[in-house]
């Protein structure tokens, strides 16, 4: 039987391991917590969501959506532990995450083919092993990393949402509905009007943030502050997270001038989770600007917002085709260390990475579409880039489409022949 090492049980690597074991691969899976835990973790169960528990938009014409297709299609154990925990959340998927890791922690220790070691590693790998030791990797083992890859690990911080107490929100001041009615009572929406806006804008730009420590350096664009795009002009919220188009105040027929949305965080619906909310501010500052939010004003936090590091390498100089390593044949790094970004996308490298590595063992060449979001995502990390950051899927990762369409039409192009070509190339590959 194959035998393979896994480093990380987070999203990427417990996909990784799962797909490697479905295809009779005897997987050893590292995980280092609960003995050694992160700034961010509270659980040392596997696949433990520390941000937001939004996975985004399940739509077709979206490039989220489409990229849950893709993983559905190519069985992934995180889309099916996702859909068996999913909480309401409009057109978006989101999950109870308690529900979920439990859910994934389950499945992977239940797997003959699975052993789940909880201990830190301290070694590199040898071949055959893909690294998935997520954007907290452990200060030992960046260093392990970095002297066997010979560059520096790169950083980048991002920051995690306020989760509140239901019971602590004046729902008489909110009310329920979707953008657009899309997905129906799924947010609870708190309105503001110019006044009540200007006064939370003006003390948010002047509250007291965390300190930086000497080696941050800067945040994700697609993952900024709350604080840090309020500094960027008074009306910037307005296009972002307070964004009242589409939804219109059922007490008053009007849409609101600004709209903080609340989504349920648990499937009992008695945590909510401040939609787009991601701060670096202190927690006393949090709870005492984000009670100046109409229907807050006694709001009581489950948790506040932190701010944790994420590291990611230097991808375009040390990996080829689907992660693997140059300098080490054998050997993957898969998820946000990889330098993809986002839940989903760092689920998609572990099984794109799985799926190589146990091509690489049987004799099959695994390349995946370019059509793909899974193979677009695999392609960019090999892209010379002196100034490499994480990346999203997205639709402009994929081949331009060169029928003159409106922007919804050509996203439903760019999705269906994605998934026509991976269903030709799953027939063949598998």
Same mark, same amino acid.
């Given at each position: 039987?194959?035998?393979?090492?896994?480093?990380?049980?987070?999203?990427?690597?417990?996909?990784?391991?799962?797909?490697?074991?479905?295809?009779?691969?005897?997987?050893?899976?590292?995980?280092?917590?609960?003995?050694?835990?992160?700034?961010?973790?509270?659980? $040392?169960?596997?696949?433990?969501?520390?941000?937001?528990?939004?996975?985004?938009?399940?739509?077709?014409?979206?490039?989220?959506?489409?990229?849950?297709?893709?993983?559905?299609?190519?069985?992934?154990?995180?889309?099916?532990? #996702?859909?068996?925990?999913?909480?309401?959340?409009?057109?978006?998927?989101?999950?109870?995450?308690?529900?979920?890791?439990?859910?994934?922690?389950?499945?992977?220790?239940?797997?003959?083919?699975?052993?789940?070691?909880?201990?830190?590693?301290?070694?590199?790998?040898?071949?055959? #092993?893909?690294?998935?030791?997520?954007?907290?990797?452990?200060?030992?083992?960046?260093?392990?990393?970095?002297?066997?890859?010979?560059?520096?690990?790169?950083?980048?911080?991002d920051a995690a949402s306020p989760i509140i107490d239901a019971s602590s929100i004046d729902f008489s001041k909110a009310f329920w509905g979707s953008r657009y009615g899309k997905g129906?009572?799924?947010?609870?929406?708190?309105?503001?009007?110019?006044?009540?806006?200007?006064?939370?804008?003006?003390?948010?730009?002047?509250?007291?943030?965390?300190?930086?420590?000497?080696?941050?350096?800067?945040?994700?664009?697609?993952?900024?502050?709350?604080?840090?795009?309020?500094?960027?002009?008074?009306?910037?919220?307005?296009?972002?997270?307070?964004?009242?188009?589409?939804?219109?105040?059922?007490?008053?027929?009007?849409?609101?001038?600004?709209?903080?949305?609340?989504?349920?965080?648990?499937?009992?619906?008695?945590?909510?989770?401040?939609?787009?909310?991601?701060?670096?501010?202190?927690?006393?500052?949090?709870?005492?600007?984000?009670?100046?939010?109409?229907?807050?004003?006694?709001?009581?936090?489950?948790?506040?917002?932190?701010?944790?590091?994420?590291?990611?390498?230097?991808?375009?100089?040390?990996?080829?085709?689907?992660?693997?390593?140059?300098?080490?044949?054998?050997?993957?790094?898969?998820?946000?260390?990889?330098?993809?970004?986002?839940?989903?996308?760092?689920?998609?490298? $572990?099984?794109?990475?799985?799926?190589?590595?146990?091509?690489?063992?049987?004799?099959?060449?695994?390349?995946?579409?370019?059509?793909?979001?899974?193979?677009?995502?695999?392609?960019?990390?090999?892209?010379?880039?002196?100034?490499?950051?994480?990346?999203?899927?997205?639709?402009?990762?994929?081949?331009?489409?060169?029928?003159?369409?409106?922007?919804?039409?050509?996203?439903?192009?760019?999705?269906?022949?994605?998934?026509?070509?991976?269903?030709?190339?799953?027939?063949?590959?598998?």
């Open positions: 039987m194959l035998k393979v090492t896994v480093i990380g049980g987070g999203l990427a690597g417990c996909e990784a391991a799962w797909q490697l074991a479905r295809r009779g691969c005897q997987v050893t899976l590292y995980e280092m917590r609960p003995q050694t835990m992160t700034p961010a973790h509270s659980t $040392g169960h596997l696949a433990e969501l520390v941000c937001s528990n939004s996975l985004g938009a399940s739509n077709l014409d979206s490039a989220g959506g489409l990229l849950k297709a893709e993983l559905r299609q190519l069985n992934s154990l995180i889309m099916e532990c #996702a859909d068996a925990a999913r909480v309401p959340a409009g057109g978006a998927l989101a999950v109870d995450r308690e529900v979920f890791s439990r859910v994934v922690t389950k499945r992977i220790e239940e797997n003959p083919n699975i052993q789940v070691r909880r201990q830190l590693c301290s070694e590199f790998p040898l071949p055959p #092993a893909i690294i998935a030791t997520g954007p907290l990797t452990d200060t030992a083992f960046a260093r392990v990393l970095t002297d066997n890859l010979g560059e520096g690990m790169l950083s980048f911080y129906g009572e799924d947010y609870l929406n708190c309105p503001m009007d110019s006044e009540e806006y200007k006064r939370f804008w003006t003390e948010l730009i002047e509250a007291k943030t965390v300190l930086k420590k000497d080696f941050e350096k800067g945040f994700f664009e697609s993952c900024l502050p709350v604080e840090v795009l309020a500094q960027r002009g008074a009306k910037t919220l307005l296009f972002g997270p307070l964004k009242p188009v589409g939804l219109l105040d059922p007490r008053s027929g009007k849409q609101p001038f600004a709209v903080v949305q609340l989504r349920r965080e648990d499937v009992n619906g008695t945590m909510f989770n401040m939609v787009g909310f991601q701060t670096n501010l202190v927690w006393g500052e949090q709870k005492r600007v984000f009670r100046l939010i109409p229907g807050l004003e006694k709001a009581e936090f489950y948790r506040f917002g932190v701010m944790h590091r994420n590291s990611f390498i230097n991808s375009p100089k040390l990996l080829v085709k689907n992660y693997q390593l140059k300098d080490f044949p054998g050997v993957y790094v898969a998820g946000q260390l990889a330098g993809v970004e986002g839940y989903l996308e760092s689920t998609g490298s $572990g099984l794109v990475a799985a799926l190589d590595l146990w091509g690489k063992l049987t004799g099959r060449d695994v390349a995946l579409p370019a059509e793909t979001l899974l193979g677009a995502l695999a392609n960019y990390t090999l892209r010379p880039n002196p100034n490499f950051q994480p990346m999203n899927a997205n639709f402009g990762l994929l081949p331009p489409i060169e029928a003159k369409l409106n922007k919804k039409e050509r996203r439903k192009q760019y999705s269906e022949r994605s998934l026509k070509s991976l269903l030709v190339w799953v027939k063949y590959f598998e």
